[in-house]
């Protein structure tokens, strides 16, 4: 039986209203610094211990195969009201560098029971087309990812007190969504205990492993070219200092418009196959890594901003076939488990690939150093590829 319609739309918005979480924090860490005196260096921690508590959280959350063992939606709703919580507090006027960064730890941690499970959701009712269902749901969080490049913009007069509370809001009424709508999916087959192996049991599986492979290629590259969108910009002009641009709304394009990228990716795959297509992505992705340092010298800010649009869009459109790939291949009972782990490697990737690439980008001022990007998308196509034969 087919489920309602309303159900996918549900899903993307609680799942979109949640995830704000994920990015309020960046869209006022400057005013957190004058707040509450903090040094200049801690910015990057309180920002990476939110990635630090996802990747703990989704660990956890996969050894005790919670999605798998708990009703999804009451999992969601609990996950999105404690990291409500934890992004209101805060605004409390005695906070302390330790208590912010707990806070952000904990919000992460919590942020685990919303992404992978929400995907795990839309497993649960969408068998056939699900390439398409995680498109629309991607391709959300692809527009929340991009949004503190806009609130940089568009913030004015707003207190950053006003943007916690409103996405602490937000990030409760999308849980309470999540559970009043969305009761248990009928592809739903929930496991009955912990099962300690279940993890080495998925990863036996030769289809699994080929589509976490190709994820945890396309996750090298997705997240240190969000993060360098705005650097890259600044790199051109300082190339060509006599263009410029107004980088938060040029950063906030190149990232949001991979929402289209993951919607249109879903339509192509149930055409011609989700791994057909999430293996032209990554591998349009993979040349665009290698051919970046050649257009950096061409001086047409049109064709600079265009090419990196078109990287927004190829370099994200894979995530929601490979995380389509990862679910149709995972035992039925451990689906949840399944998405939870290979985000957990996947995010965990992103660090080193970010932090090889800051760290090249004090050594030398060549854009060369992103082609070190593609090292992912290639990793990710010699799995897909070795597969297919």
């Known amino acids: 039986m087919k489920p309602p319609k309303y159900m996918l739309t549900i899903i993307v918005i609680s799942q979109f209203l949640c995830t704000s979480l994920w990015f309020a924090g960046n869209g006022v860490m400057s005013e957190l610094k004058t707040t509450f005196l903090l040094e200049e260096s801690s910015l990057g921690y309180i920002t990476s211990l939110l990635q630090f508590g996802f990747i703990t959280g989704t660990l956890i959350f996969a050894i005790l195969s919670i999605a798998d063992r708990y009703a999804p939606s009451k999992v969601f709703f609990f996950c999105a009201l404690f990291g409500a919580i934890c992004n209101l507090v805060l605004i409390w006027k005695s906070n302390t560098y330790t208590s912010i960064l707990t806070f ?105 492993k080929t589509a976490a492979f190709g994820y945890f290629g396309h996750m090298w590259e997705l997240y240190t070219f969000w993060a360098f969108v705005p650097v890259m910009l600044q790199m051109y002009t300082n190339i060509h200092s006599e263009n410029s641009f107004n980088i938060p709304l040029v950063s906030f394009s190149i990232i949001a418009i991979g929402g289209i990228g993951c919607v249109f990716g879903g339509y192509l795959a149930e055409k011609f196959g989700v791994k057909r297509i999430a293996l032209l992505s990554l591998l349009l992705s993979c040349i665009c890594c290698l051919i970046a340092p050649i257009l950096f010298s061409v001086n047409s800010p049109i064709v600079f901003v265009s090419f990196l649009l078109f990287w927004g869009i190829v370099v994200i459109a894979d995530s929601p076939l490979f995380s389509t790939l990862v679910a149709q291949n995972a035992p039925l009972q451990l689906k949840g488990t399944a998405l939870t782990i290979v985000n957990s490697i996947g995010f965990f990737i992103t660090i080193f690939s970010i932090l090889l690439l800051n760290l090249l980008k004090t050594i030398t001022t060549s854009t060369a150093i992103l082609m070190i990007l593609a090292i992912g998308p290639i990793f990710g196509l010699i799995a897909l590829m070795k597969k297919e034969k």
């Open 104 to 208: 952000r730890f904990l919000t992460g941690f919590f942020l685990a029971g919303i992404y992978p499970v929400g995907m795990k959701i839309a497993s649960d009712y969408y068998q056939k087309g699900l390439g398409k269902s995680l498109g629309f749901l991607v391709g959300a969080l692809v527009i929340g990812t991009a949004f503190p490049h806009l609130l940089k913009e568009l913030k004015g007069e707003l207190s950053w007190e006003f943007v916690l509370i409103a996405t602490s809001l937000l990030a409760t009424l999308g849980g309470i969504l999540m559970i009043t709508f969305i009761p248990d999916g009928p592809f739903r087959k929930p496991m009955q205990k912990i099962n300690l192996s279940a993890i080495p049991k998925i990863f036996k599986k030769q289809k699994f």
